[in-house]
């Protein structure tokens, strides 16, 4: 990987063109005065991580911006903190939820750590954010492709595509100034593969169910040990795309298919295929939330763009399509109480009922565009849905149905990663 370093530089004020009203909004845009509180005393102590320098409360959100050269940190009003121009990287937040794994995406040969710099202290009856300064690591983990990394139950599953290797990751061994050591491995073989850490010490992991398949067909139940413990399903053909829900006796998991989904209860080790309404198409992204009990996903039928989603009651195995009036790619989201949010190429961001599986509001958010121009993005801020427009250098927030460019960047910005330390 390239040497790490940052750059830091102003950003611009410019209305984007992709904006729908956007002098209006930008007529409206509230002037808000930060308040100054009292700093208290409070001792912190995280294994590994320098605490000498002062701690301060903070509102517990950090976003990381991605584009082509490295990534940006900003708080939660989408100021600037610190730049790293290290070169293209993908970020997934590790399972402590301050960790962020940064993939080098050019030459697809290390990973390492990055400290985001926020974290909460429990105080009785109610807790506090704090946050320090970002940190990037200078050590670099040996990769072969790693591809997706997954957490969950307080452990974080690398998967090696290149080598069917998966590193797992104890919460408590994440840091930036030592290099984690892997709680258990487990060697499989090469494939665009997944694997997920399970409540009770095992892990699910893909494999190829089709010799030569870029694709695993099939998942199974491994042990810390690298033995087979059971099959979930040796029949989801191009499998892509999961979902992985609570702990202990909720856990559940869900696999994107050709055909189907592939439903898993971990407590009652019950799998279930749930049919999609027509046999050649694909689901390869689903969409899930905390806080909701229902499955958000794409749905595929041959080579035009999709105007359908998919809607999985994660209770009832249920799958019923939600047809919109204009096509998508890739940018849809799962908030809280059951609220999805797809964004389509006529400029329109639907929100969705999931229990209802119908459209119930419109919002009025950009231009229309061309999905093989442009690839717009969503992720979630608290309860705010941000979208991404890459052409246009914005990064866009809808609160209710109001939406309003947050920043203007110097770089065309790819996904944003938003952490919240609560």
Known sequence: MSHWKRRLLPMSAACVLLLAACNTDQAEEEVKEEETTAQEQHEHEHEHQDTSHEQKETDGTRLLVSYAEGFIVMNSAFEEIKRYNIGPSSLALGSDMRHVFVKDTANKDSYTLFDIGIWHEDHSDHAHPYEEDPVLASYEIEAKNAAHVVSHNNQTAVFHDDSGLVEVYDAASLSTIEEPIPAYTYQGSAHHGVAVPLSDGILAVSYQTEEGAKLPGGVKIVDSHGHDVATITDACNGLHGTVYT?????????????????????????????????????????????????YLTNYKEGENPSTKVGVINSETNDFTLVELPAAYSSALLVAAHNIGYVQAE?????????????????????????LDEVNVTLALMNNDVLIVVPTANAILQVHGDHVHQVTALDVEPTSVLSVTAY
């Open 246 to 294: 609570g702990v202990n006796t909720t856990e559940k998991l869900a696999f994107g298919c050709i055909g189907n989904v592939v439903a898993y209860d971990v407590a009652s080790k019950q799998t279930t295929a749930i049919a999609l309404p027509h046999a050649e198409a694909r689901v390869s992204t689903i969409k899930h939330h905390a806080d909701s009990s229902y």
């Open 346 to 370: 006529n400029g329109i961001l639907y929100k969705i009922d999931l229990a209802k599986a119908e459209i119930t509001e419109e919002i009025d958010a950009l231009q229309p565009f061309n």
